[in-house]
């Protein structure tokens, strides 16, 4: 029979012809929907509002430290993006992957919308009047010395705000933590400039040579460095084009930008620096006699042999640096992540005395005339305080706002536990992070583009010209739309009705934050620029509207005082052979610390060195990797003797063979969607070792072995292989097998 | 028999194809098809009072008097309700007219109006309302009623708007390739642009 013999071939061809037909019928007039949207509609329109087109709103950058001057693009009343104020001195008009992600913040589904209270196990929604009537009724009773406050850094009128409801509880326990801080590069620079903070300046170097300071990356202020780099490069410059060395064990964005990178041993940074001290002497500069007396021991040969990088390569960076002036000598978060991290600091800042950089690229820099406003600057050793005070029960209530110390505290100081300890915790918070989950009050924050707040940077920068020694600046925050969700708070909201509990009389006229911070600019109108007889309504439209407050600073002065004396390098040891790795965790450009991990821009951004996306790794020297038997992709475990993490291995020429390197800021286990589960926490497996004498944790100090889990993946990346085909079939270098790749030679 | 049912199989491809295609060629200008739905606003806006012609009893209002953005920006705009109440604060003969005691409610409660949308472009297709008034009503000083409706018909004597044009890409494309006098009276012509870019970005 043929009759049913409809081939399958016959059979497709019908479709084909059907599909045609449906594409085609596709193209009429089906895409148009009348009268199925709304108009944007409004009630009344202020003048400077025309629908489609956008207004802009100038504040501050909320993502990171370093305070960058924003615009809110503004349409139709919805912040759409940021970009950078022109007239900001630190960022200049630029921003950074991390910045423009902000709105992700903003509008992030994940926010918490309604004040939680926590019972056993379960959580309910309460309102706001119940909310703060429980922390009153909670602090009654309850002994200032027992109140204790765990923040980020903090700075202007919240911070002013916060004093006054610390000081209305009787509290003095205020912890200002940050998890990635320069705090031993504070005490460093205390110590050999007489400021904590001084102004580099790259820009006006002819050689930079950083140990470890990613300033393009996450050092500081990488959008205020990154300018200066910009213009540090420039061949028409008086000075000519600058030359940048990265010595690091780890290359970092900067790392990769340099013309030289130099892979140093892990912790042997101080020493490296003191033999180029000595190399510079033999070169024929003159060295100070008390600088001498240190360094002659570190001869290149010893030098060398400690730290892994060639006589030769000492030698020449001696001569780049006698020949070439001014310089600049920067010391990072590598060279301070060590039980010795601030000896290291020390011995990287004689260079710049003995170069005579001080007062020329190492310049003074002003603070804010208003101490209640100026930054309260974080760091780990304030975390070790709480988390003592905490385990010897010291601590009934604890308030937490900005930081997440459970998810990045080592497991090893059991912050976890303690922290459950205190009766009462409440979290001010605008995830359900780590510390959050932890908690048995949350007040739910507004984003940084809806709530009012000043900002102090602590790295002033200033604009070029006359009186720049003595500028400082307070920025302002503003709301640049309505709430996204209704029911949320400012945290100067929540602490002014706080502190109307305790004194309703003195607050009385103040109905919000808002009015909190207009009535206090207004009265030192004269201090922030204005004239006494102004107008104050002219006065705050025109402050809020630039953004930016100008101040005359008190300004700072720097002196070349940094002394050898009482330096002290430990010779560097061989390596325990059962965790014979040294773990460097990296802070990457955009996922920093991980407060911002729940922004799906960022975690999308391919690393800028590795190109991966979406998950941790770890980074080995392909020469390790072989030895270990380990080729990319394969999930391998990292244990350190407090804990251990899997991920997939990415087989790295730019990371020294002894050290091992995994992002920080991944490995949420609560916080959104975007965060939990994509990568490992490195932070807890980190081992409690702290730096002498500030007490800061030693990021570095931990060492790991590793071993293969059998498992293996496909890493997930941008790059394809080195000296591939690009647009078309052109090979544009010859391809080099990772193992083969010598990064500290010269290209 | 078999390839009988093939040729069959062909042709009635074929005839689908032929009569998909010939009902998606170029479109022509306007046709009674083309007109849009009927659509339901909060407030039965009557245009024709305002903007009709004085023998119709209207007022002559310019189009742009009240979508004051037209002229301004990417969207014609719906006026606030504070223009409307502008006027109608001291219209004391219409106070009491169920349309006009609406308006004042909406007023009164401070909330905006939820006008539906009566042209409504896709979101892959950028329409400028301002650079074409700009081109025709400021540059080559036709009258606004002859430039609004080009696109929008004859609106003075409706009362909601109700769509009149295809608003294809095909009908835009129609105005844009045809060579028109550069200017209202100049010899020379020119056409509207071209380019995906231009509204596809």
Not at chain 2, 56 to 78: F, K, L
Not at chain 2, 174 to 180: I, P, T
């Amino acid at each position: 029979m043929t009759e049913n013999d409809f081939s399958r071939r016959d059979f497709l061809k019908v479709l084909g012809w059907g599909g045609t037909a449906v594409a085609l019928s596709g193209c009429g007039n089906t895409s148009i929907q009348d009268g199925q949207e709304t108009v944007t509609s409004y009630v009344t329109l202020p003048s400077y509002v025309t629908p489609s087109i956008s207004n802009y709103f100038n504040s501050t950058c909320a993502q990171c430290d370093a305070g960058c001057n924003i615009m809110g693009r503004v349409r139709e009343g919805r912040v759409l993006k940021a970009e950078g104020n022109p007239n900001s001195p630190i960022n200049r008009g630029r921003m950074c992957g991390l910045g423009l992600s902000g709105v992700q913040a903003h509008y992030n589904p994940d926010r918490v919308r309604e004040p939680l209270l926590r019972t056993g196990d379960k959580g309910e929604t309460i309102t706001w009047d119940k909310a703060l009537g429980l922390i009153n009724e909670k602090l009654n009773g309850t002994k200032g010395a027992e109140i204790a406050f765990v923040t980020g850094g903090m700075s202007g009128h919240v911070q002013a705000l916060l004093g006054n409801y610390m000081d209305e509880l009787g509290s003095k326990n205020h912890f200002s933590y940050e998890a990635i801080s320069p705090a031993v590069l504070r005490a460093a620079n205390k110590k050999a400039y007489g400021v904590s903070m001084p102004r580099y300046r790259i820009d006006k170097a002819r050689v930079v040579v950083s140990f470890g300071a990613d300033f393009l990356g996450a050092w500081i202020s990488p959008v205020h460095f990154s300018q200066q780099y910009a213009q540090f490069r420039k061949g028409t410059r008086p000075e000519g084009r600058g030359v940048l060395v990265q010595i690091e064990p780890k290359m970092t964005l900067t790392g990769a930008n340099a013309d030289r990178w130099i892979a140093v041993r892990p912790g042997t940074e101080g020493v490296l620096a003191l033999g180029i001290i000595n190399a510079l002497g033999k070169a024929g500069l003159s060295i100070p006699a008390d600088i001498a007396a240190v360094s002659h021991e570190y001869t290149t040969e010893r030098t060398s042999k400690e730290t892994d990088v060639s006589a030769e390569q000492i030698e020449k960076l001696a001569v780049l640096l006698k020949e070439r002036t001014p310089s600049l000598v920067l010391a990072g978060g590598a060279a301070e992540g060590y039980a010795h991290g601030s000896q290291n600091a020390a011995a990287i800042a004689l260079l710049n005395r003995v170069l005579g950089n001080v007062g020329k690229t190492v310049e003074a820099s002003a603070s804010v005339p208003f101490p209640q406003i100026a930054p309260t600057l974080g760091n780990r050793s304030s975390l070790i305080a709480l988390n003592d005070g905490l385990a010897a029960d010291k601590y009934k209530v604890v308030f937490s706002y900005g930081v997440n110390p459970v998810f990045s505290a080592p497991a090893s100081m059991k912050f976890r536990d303690n922290f459950a300890k205190a009766d009462f915790k409440v979290a001010f918070a605008q995830y359900m992070d780590e510390t959050a989950m932890a908690a048995d009050l949350i007040l739910p924050l507004d984003s940084a583009m809806e709530d009012w707040a000043t900002v102090v940077p602590e790295y002033m920068a200033a604009p070029e010209g006359a009186g720049s020694n003595a500028y400082a600046q307070m920025s302002f925050r503003q709301p640049m739309m309505e709430k996204v969700f209704p029911d949320t708070r400012g945290v100067g909201d929540i602490l002014l009705a706080l502190l109307k509990q305790r004194k309703a009389d003195k607050y009385k006229d103040f109905e919000d934050f808002y009015s909190y911070l207009r009535s206090a600019v207004l009265k030192n109108k004269v201090a922030l620029g204005g004239k006494a007889g102004d107008d104050d309504e002219v006065f705050w439209n025109e402050t809020l509207s630039k953004g930016i407050v100008p101040l005359k600073g008190i300004a700072g002065s720097v002196s070349a005082k940094a002394s050898a004396a009482s330096l002290k390098l430990p010779v560097p040891t061989d390596a325990d052979p059962s965790y014979p790795l040294r773990l460097i965790p990296a802070v990457s450009a955009s996922m920093r610390d991980g407060r911002n991990a729940n922004e799906p821009w960022l975690q999308e951004s391919p690393d800028p060195l590795t190109t991966i996306v979406w998950d941790s790794w770890v980074e080995i020297n392909p020469k390790t990797a072989a030895k270990l038997g380990i080729v990319e992709g394969d999930i391998v475990e990292i244990a350190s003797r407090s804990g251990s993490i899997k991920t997939q291995a990415y087989l790295f020429p730019g990371i020294h063979p002894d050290a091992v390197s995994v992002p920080v800021g991944y490995g949420h286990e609560a916080m959104g969607r975007y965060a939990r589960g994509v990568g490992a926490n490195v932070f807890g497996m980190l081992d409690s070792v702290f730096d002498k004498e500030t007490g800061e944790l030693a990021l570095n100090e931990t060492s790991v072995k590793i071993s293969k889990t059998g498992q293996r993946v496909i890493i997930v990346k941008e790059e394809g292989p080195a000296g591939g085909s690009q647009a078309g079939k052109q090979k544009i270098a010859v391809q080099v097998s990772a193992d083969k790749v010598d990064l500290s030679k010269e290209v | 028999m078999k390839c009988f049912l093939r040729s069959l199989t062909l042709l009635v491809g074929l005839f689908f194809y032929a009569s998909i295609h010939a009902a998606d060629a170029l479109p022509t200008l306007t046709t009674p098809d083309d007109v849009g739905p009927v659509i339901e606003q909060p407030i039965e806006f009557p245009h024709f009072r305002h903007a009709g012609d004085a023998k119709d009893g209207g007022m002559q209002i310019n189009c742009m008097y009240c979508h004051t953005y037209a002229r301004r920006s990417m969207v014609a705009g719906i006026p606030p309700i504070q223009k409307c109440i502008g006027c109608h604060q001291s219209i004391e003969s219409v106070r009491d007219k169920p349309r006009i005691q609406k308006l004042f409610e909406y007023w009164d409660a401070k909330k905006p109006i939820p006008w539906k949308k009566v042209h409504d472009l896709p979101d892959f297709v950028r329409f400028n309302h301002e650079r074409h008034i700009q081109r025709f009503y400021f540059q080559q000083d036709r009258p606004y009623q002859e430039v609004c409706g080009y696109c929008h018909g004859n609106v003075k004597a409706m009362t909601v708007a109700q769509r009149q044009k295809p608003i294809t890409m095909g009908w835009c494309a129609s105005c844009h390739q045809k060579d028109h006098p550069v200017s209202a009276n100049s010899s020379e012509t020119g056409h509207g642009p071209n380019d995906c870019f231009t509204c596809h970005k």
